[in-house]
């Protein structure tokens, strides 16, 4: 094994977004994103850091730090000091976990050997790099993007962002459990939700759509009220089997 890692922190926590949240998970999160949304809540992400943090105990809130790169074998250090085989989740997060897909892969094989489940969260536009790590990955969670988020190489324009979404989702949906999220604020419409809504069933009419309101962080002040998110769950659910309205949840327990 000789995978190096640019790595944030790893720390151990309940999962606070999607249909899995509340489950015990190991959170491996790494450094290095290419897009810049809008309401991204962790851009201490965005570029690869120096030291990464380890948390030192399973909700100690207390970590060491650690230079970066770091290695397979201190990754595995770090999720044995967290039990990570007796949690139901490890989920790698970003950043864009898929800008270094070696190291999701040398990640996934650790997991494959306990009986946690393997979840990958990502901004499901990377398609080859899934291609090279879905074998080894148990749960994709894709947010759903568009250009107001950011630009994508070899994606521009909505039609361009909509289609690698779902080339993504079919590699995902062949190969593993994926469902996907969209980050509702404000500004989305109800046309942008029926359209990622018929984008989705065009790939499987059951693969689990969450709506998630936006967290107010940084220059995000406010967040959707019933009167917007109702309907828009209304509408997504005439073309989708599993809509489902799910608001983060980690802030409750002290999580970022
Ligand atoms: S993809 Fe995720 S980490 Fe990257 S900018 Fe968007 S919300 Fe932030």
């Given amino acids: 094994m000789s995978a190096r890692l640019d790595l944030i922190e790893v720390f151990a926590s309940a999962q606070g977004e999607g249909p899995y949240v509340g489950a015990s998970t190991v959170f491996v999160r790494l450094g290095g994103c290419d897009l810049r949304c809008s309401y991204c809540d962790s851009p201490g ?36 000091r967290l039990d990570f085989a007796r949690q139901r989740f490890v989920s790698v997060t970003g950043g864009e976990p898929l800008l270094q ?15 946690a489940r393997f979840l990958l969260e990502t901004h499901g536009l990377a398609v080859e790099a899934l291609e090279e790590v879905i074998d080894c990955v148990d749960v994709v969670s ?36 994926v469902y996907v999220k969209l980050v509702v604020t404000e500004e989305t419409t109800a046309d942008e939700v029926v359209g990622v809504a018929r984008a ?13 309101p936006v ?15 109702l309907p828009l769950l209304q509408r997504a659910q ?3 089997a599993d809509v489902r309205l799910i608001p983060q949840t980690h802030r409750a327990y002290g999580a970022l």
């Fill in 101 to 115: 897909p070696h190291a999701v892969r040398a990640l996934g094989e650790l997991v494959a050997a306990t009986p």
């Fill in 200 to 212: 989705i069933a065009e790939v499987d009419p059951t693969i689990p759509f969450v709506l998630q």
């Fill in 215 to 229: 967290t107010p962080f940084a220059k995000v002040r406010t967040s959707p009220g019933p009167e917007q998110l």
């Fill in 45 to 80: 992400t965005w570029l690869p850091a120096k030291r990464w943090r380890l948390e030192t105990a399973v909700g100690s809130g207390e970590f060491e730090t650690f230079d970066n790169p770091a290695s397979i074998e201190e990754l595995e250090a770090a999720l044995k």
């Fill in 238 to 240: 005439e073309h989708l």
């Fill in 142 to 177: 894709m947010d759903w993007k568009s250009p107001r988020d950011a630009r994508y190489a070899g994606a521009g324009n909505e039609a361009e962002f909509a289609s690698q979404h779902k080339r993504f989702l079919e590699i995902a949906k062949a190969n593993s459990e």
